[in-house]
């Protein structure tokens, strides 16, 4: 009765904190909305028309369009960042990313085709390289179209100051904009930096010709052919030279796990990884291990396999605090045979919030962080349960003071994690003879963590679960550079 009414307040509890959340979470997606679509509206006012009659009575209703139109566009725009990121648990900073991204492209645009005198010279591609990177390709692409159809609002509603040819300016966002999807559709994610330059500066002669035929198709056959090839794939070069440096820098403000991020937390010169290899080389040792089968199992279910392993590289580094205390790092002294079961216990389950700590201190991405602290879910340390169990003469244990703390894994990647991690561990202590053993001492192990119930609380299914079990039992002896031995399972069978 009284858990029930303990577990009845928490529940309440973490409703409120959650709602609590969903309005702070509203609230700043709304301030930057309503920030976009300003800044944007007066940049425009600036940009193709004169600033101080847009608020005259006649241009009024122009002007407020403008801004409702801006307004209607960052909205569509943020919808479709919650739907594409909501998978993976949908942040602000996703949001605010989107918007500077779209904000910083529209306005580098619309400034460099003006002060050129050229509608072709239009970077329109730098958002979506960003974003490709730093979120997903459908948020690249919305926020590529937003560009394009409030730059032809722009143009449209312009009110003459500037002289423009309204169907030259159709005709190049529409080549500029064909140029980003085609960077989008084709520009590989996992490329290294440099080759994703290279891939970024040679898409855009693809579109070219286009640039040439309708700018034919206006019946202009002058020099201005010419000029409009060289701007177009001038500002598409110039988009990628600027995105590397953009991508540093918000890769370090926003702390974002991108690939490029990732492979550089992977290399094992970096001091978290160093000082891990030289105070508990075993369990250095264990981490490469399960980063190698973490990786194989997320690319096998089509999660981020460098995210994967680079979490498994860092899930243990809440050891550092005592090293000792796990056995991957013993060699002859055993702490634990001088310490009682709960003490034991208490400094083994610690090492997850400890890593957590470590990770954020070391401003590690969210991801990483949380998986350092969610990769034993709420699992029993079982070994020293079983010898407080042994030591206590009569009754019962609650085995709840011998659990980690949790929470359960939140995410596929953190209960890949959690599966090579348990497993990895279990077959460094032993590894089966025969094949037979071999797959079902892993199928145990994976069915004793769903026994209790530590997939609870994220999107995995069964069928992944099953492909995970198949790529370790595959991939895991050619690791350990062990082989099962086939000739006695043969001869057993004799
Ligand atoms: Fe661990
Ligand atoms: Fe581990």
Redesign the pocket.
């Given at each position: 009765m009284i858990d029930d009414v303990k577990d009845l307040s928490r529940v309440e509890k973490e409703k409120k904190l959650s709602r609590k959340k969903f309005t702070n979470f509203l609230g700043k997606t709304f301030i930057s909305v309503i920030l976009s679509a300003v800044i944007i509206s007066v940049f425009t006012l600036f940009i193709v028309n004169d600033f101080l009659s847009a608020f005259t009575v006649e241009r009024a209703l122009v002007t407020t369009g403008q801004f409702v139109s801006a307004l209607l566009l960052f909205i569509l725009l943020q919808i479709g960042v919650y739907k594409y990121t909501s998978k993976n648990g949908s942040s602000i900073r996703d949001f605010w990313l989107t918007s500077i991204m779209t904000l910083i492209t529209y306005i580098g645009t619309m400034a460099a085709c003006t002060l050129l005198d050229n509608l072709y010279a239009m970077p329109i591609a730098l958002s979506t390289l960003v974003l490709i990177e730093l979120i997903d390709r459908r948020t690249a692409t919305l926020s590529t179209a937003v560009i394009g159809v409030f730059m032809m609002i722009a143009f449209l509603f312009a009110d003459g100051t500037k002289v423009f040819d309204l169907s030259v300016a159709v005709s190049a966002i529409v080549c500029n904009c064909m140029c980003a999807v085609l960077i989008n559709f084709l520009e590989h994610k996992h490329y290294s930096r440099l080759k994703f330059l290279i891939a970024a500066i040679f898409m855009p002669l693809a579109m070219q010709p286009l640039v040439v035929t309708l700018t034919l198709a206006h019946r202009d056959l002058s020099i201005q052919i010419l000029w409009n090839v060289v701007w177009c794939y001038g500002a598409n070069v110039a988009a990628a030279l600027v995105f590397m440096p953009l991508v540093a820098i918000f890769e370090g403000m926003f702390n974002i796990a991108d690939d490029f991020r990732l492979n550089e937390l992977c290399n094992l010169s970096n001091p978290l990884l160093k000082r891990l290899a030289s105070e508990a080389p075993g369990t250095f040792n264990h981490s490469l291990v399960v980063g190698n089968l973490s990786e194989a199992c997320a690319s096998a279910i089509g999660e981020n396999p460098n995210m994967a392993r680079c979490a498994a590289y860092y899930?243990?580094i809440?050891?550092l605090k005592a090293p000792i205390y796990f056995s991957e790092n013993q060699s002859s002294y055993n702490p634990h045979d001088e310490l009682i079961p709960e003490v034991s216990v208490s400094m083994i389950t610690s090492?997850?919030l400890f890593g957590e700590i470590l990770a954020k201190q070391n401003r590690l991405p969210k991801e990483i962080v949380a998986i350092c602290r969610e990769?034993?879910g709420t699992s029993p340390v079982g070994y020293f349960y079983r010898k407080a169990l042994t030591l206590k003469e009569e009754g019962d244990l609650a085995v709840d003071k011998y659990t980690y703390a949790g929470p359960k894994p939140q995410t596929k990647i953190a209960a890949i994690i959690m599966i090579a991690?348990t497993i990895e561990a279990a077959m460094r202590a032993y590894m089966p003879d025969t094949k037979d053993e071999y797959e079902a001492r892993i199928n145990k192990l994976v069915d004793e963590k769903l026994e209790l119930r530590q997939f609870d609380e994220c999107p995995i299914t069964m069928g992944d679960i099953a492909i995970i079990k198949q790529t370790i039992i595959e991939v895991l002896p050619s690791i350990h550079h062990s082989r099962v031995n086939y000739d006695k399972k043969r001869k057993a069978n004799r």
């Amino acid at each position: 009765m009284i858990d029930d009414v303990k577990d009845l307040s928490r529940v309440e509890k973490e409703k409120k904190l959650s709602r609590k959340k969903f309005t702070n979470f509203l609230g700043k997606t709304f301030i930057s909305v309503i920030l976009s679509a300003v800044i944007i509206s007066v940049f425009t006012l600036f940009i193709v028309n004169d600033f101080l009659s847009a608020f005259t009575v006649e241009r009024a209703l122009v002007t407020t369009g403008q801004f409702v139109s801006a307004l209607l566009l960052f909205i569509l725009l943020q919808i479709g960042v919650y739907k594409y990121t909501s998978k993976n648990g949908s942040s602000i900073r996703d949001f605010w990313l989107t918007s500077i991204m779209t904000l910083i492209t529209y306005i580098g645009t619309m400034a460099a085709c003006t002060l050129l005198d050229n509608l072709y010279a239009m970077p329109i591609a730098l958002s979506t390289l960003v974003l490709i990177e730093l979120i997903d390709r459908r948020t690249a692409t919305l926020s590529t179209a937003v560009i394009g159809v409030f730059m032809m609002i722009a143009f449209l509603f312009a009110d003459g100051t500037k002289v423009f040819d309204l169907s030259v300016a159709v005709s190049a966002i529409v080549c500029n904009c064909m140029c980003a999807v085609l960077i989008n559709f084709l520009e590989h994610k996992h490329y290294s930096r440099l080759k994703f330059l290279i891939a970024a500066i040679f898409m855009p002669l693809a579109m070219q010709p286009l640039v040439v035929t309708l700018t034919l198709a206006h019946r202009d056959l002058s020099i201005q052919i010419l000029w409009n090839v060289v701007w177009c794939y001038g500002a598409n070069v110039a988009a990628a030279l600027v995105f590397m440096p953009l991508v540093a820098i918000f890769e370090g403000m926003f702390n974002i796990a991108d690939d490029f991020r990732l492979n550089e937390l992977c290399n094992l010169s970096n001091p978290l990884l160093k000082r891990l290899a030289s105070e508990a080389p075993g369990t250095f040792n264990h981490s490469l291990v399960v980063g190698n089968l973490s990786e194989a199992c997320a690319s096998a279910i089509g999660e981020n396999p460098n995210m994967a392993r680079c979490a498994a590289y860092y899930h243990d580094i809440g050891k550092l605090k005592a090293p000792i205390y796990f056995s991957e790092n013993q060699s002859s002294y055993n702490p634990h045979d001088e310490l009682i079961p709960e003490v034991s216990v208490s400094m083994i389950t610690s090492h997850t919030l400890f890593g957590e700590i470590l990770a954020k201190q070391n401003r590690l991405p969210k991801e990483i962080v949380a998986i350092c602290r969610e990769h034993h879910g709420t699992s029993p340390v079982g070994y020293f349960y079983r010898k407080a169990l042994t030591l206590k003469e009569e009754g019962d244990l609650a085995v709840d003071k011998y659990t980690y703390a949790g929470p359960k894994p939140q995410t596929k990647i953190a209960a890949i994690i959690m599966i090579a991690d348990t497993i990895e561990a279990a077959m460094r202590a032993y590894m089966p003879d025969t094949k037979d053993e071999y797959e079902a001492r892993i199928n145990k192990l994976v069915d004793e963590k769903l026994e209790l119930r530590q997939f609870d609380e994220c999107p995995i299914t069964m069928g992944d679960i099953a492909i995970i079990k198949q790529t370790i039992i595959e991939v895991l002896p050619s690791i350990h550079h062990s082989r099962v031995n086939y000739d006695k399972k043969r001869k057993a069978n004799r």
